[in-house]
């Protein structure tokens, strides 16, 4: 069981640059693929980026690629999700999430732990 904490959230001017973390407790944190999510007020939750076991593999939305990269640590148990040249409609909480399930993991059904989120504010 893994239990997910995530920060470096906050409010950054458009075309400005955050690190978001995600720190994993509990056992085997290297056995699970790691997601970002993020939900706008009143939108659906939407995929965001995900990295597999050992980080070699990555996927990210095409809303967000070029932009934003995933990233893990596995020795610090976090994920990263570098973001450049943040737009407004880039606001919305983030959550990161674990699977156990390997492949194209695109639906909030395909993770089995979440985190609380963090606030992500781009102002124009």
């Known amino acids: 069981q893994v239990q997910l904490v995530e920060s470096g959230g906050g409010l950054v001017q458009a075309g400005g640059s955050l690190r978001l973390s995600c720190a994993a407790s509990g056992r085997g944190f290297a056995d699970y693929t790691m997601g970002w999510f993020r939900q706008a007020p009143g939108k659906e939750r939407e995929f965001v980026a995900h990295i597999s076991w050992i980080g070699r593999s990555t996927e990210t939305a095409d809303s967000v690629k070029g932009r934003f990269t995933i990233s893990r640590d596995n020795a610090k148990n976090t994920v990263y999700l570098q973001m450049y040249n943040l737009k407004p409609e880039d606001s919305a909480v983030y959550y990161c999430?674990?699977?156990?399930?390997?492949?194209?993991?695109?639906?909030?059904?395909?993770?089995?732990?979440w985190g609380q989120g963090t606030q992500v504010t781009v102002s124009s």
């Open positions: 999430a674990a699977a156990r399930s390997v492949g194209l993991l695109h639906r909030d059904g395909d993770y089995d732990y």
